[in-house]
C-alpha cells in the first residue's frame, strides 16, 4: 500500500517560514514527479511547486523566489521550504505525486491528505 504522509503546517507570522514534508512510503521503485499543490478557503486547489527524479523544478509565479522544493530519491521524500510567508499563503498544502512505480503497480497520480499552513499576526 502505497500513501503520502505530509507534516510540517502550523501557524506562522507573516515574513516568517515553514518547511513541509511529504513522505511516499511503501515499495517504490520510482517516482516521476513530485510536488505541492495548495487549497485556499473558497479556491481552487492549485499549483505551488514540482520537481523531477532528475531536479528540474516548477514554481508558481506567487511563491517564486520565497519558496524552494527539494527532494531526496533515495528517500522518496519531498520537502517544500517557505519563506517570506504572506497571509496569503494560507491554505492546506498537499503533497502529490506523477507516475509512481510500486512493486505491485503504477499510480499515474497521488494525493496526501493535506497539512494546514496558516500565516497570521
Known amino acids: 500500500q502505497v500513501q503520502l504522509v505530509e507534516s510540517g503546517g502550523g501557524l506562522v507570522q507573516p515574513g516568517g517560514s515553514l518547511r513541509l514534508s511529504c513522505l511516499a512510503s511503501?515499495?517504490?521503485?520510482?517516482?516521476?514527479?513530485m510536488g505541492w499543490y495548495r487549497q485556499a478557503p473558497g479556491k481552487e486547489r492549485e499549483l505551488v511547486a514540482t520537481i523531477t527524479g532528475a531536479g528540474s523544478t516548477n514554481y508558481a509565479d506567487s511563491v517564486k523566489g520565497r519558496f524552494t522544493i527539494s527532494r531526496d530519491n533515495a528517500k522518496n521524500t519531498v520537502d517544500l521550504q517557505m519563506d517570506s510567508l504572506k497571509p496569503e499563503d494560507t491554505a492546506v498544502y498537499y503533497c502529490?505525486?506523477?507516475?509512481?512505480?510500486?512493486?505491485?503497480?503504477?499510480?499515474?497520480?497521488?494525493w496526501g491528505q493535506g497539512t494546514l499552513v496558516t500565516v497570521s499576526s
Open positions: 511503501g515499495s517504490i521503485f520510482s517516482i516521476n514527479v
Open positions: 502529490n505525486t506523477k507516475g509512481l512505480r510500486s512493486a505491485f503497480r503504477r499510480y499515474s497520480e497521488l
